[in-house]
């Protein structure tokens, strides 16, 4: 059966980062992490080519902006907290709720599939 998860926190990466292969992530700003958008520990993620990055919730659901590499991949070394003087801070109240309530919608079909 397929398994289903209430957060992509649970699980453990599965796209053969150096550091995080095999393992749950916690931290998004690791110098030498190389997971993908779409790593199994990559929370539900907003790719946003108007701000040239994603943007996601931490476990804390304090949102995280990172910045694209290259096609597919992302810049985590300078992955940052979206706080007070941060470029997106202005857009950010609408964007954790959009997230939130995303997230929040999803719930009840987990386990449906
Ligand atoms: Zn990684
Ligand atoms: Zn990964």
Do not use: K
């Not at 810049?75 to 007070?84: E, L």
Request: charged residues 20%; aromatic residues 10%; contains cysteine.
């Amino acid at each position: 059966m397929h398994r289903t998860y209430r957060n992509a926190r649970e699980r453990a990466c599965d796209c053969r980062c150096p550091i995080h292969h095999g393992r749950p992530r916690s931290i998004y700003n690791n110098p030498d992490c190389h997971c993908l958008a779409t790593c199994a520990s990559q929370p539900m993620t907003l790719l946003a080519p108007e701000i040239n990055g994603a943007v996601f919730l931490d476990a804390a659901n304090a949102l995280w902006y990172v910045p694209s590499l290259e096609p597919g991949n992302w810049d985590w070394r300078y992955a940052t907290c979206v706080d007070m003087g941060h470029p997106q801070f202005p857009a950010s109240t609408l964007i954790v709720d959009f997230l939130r309530e995303t997230h929040r919608g999803l719930l009840p079909l987990l386990y449906r599939l």
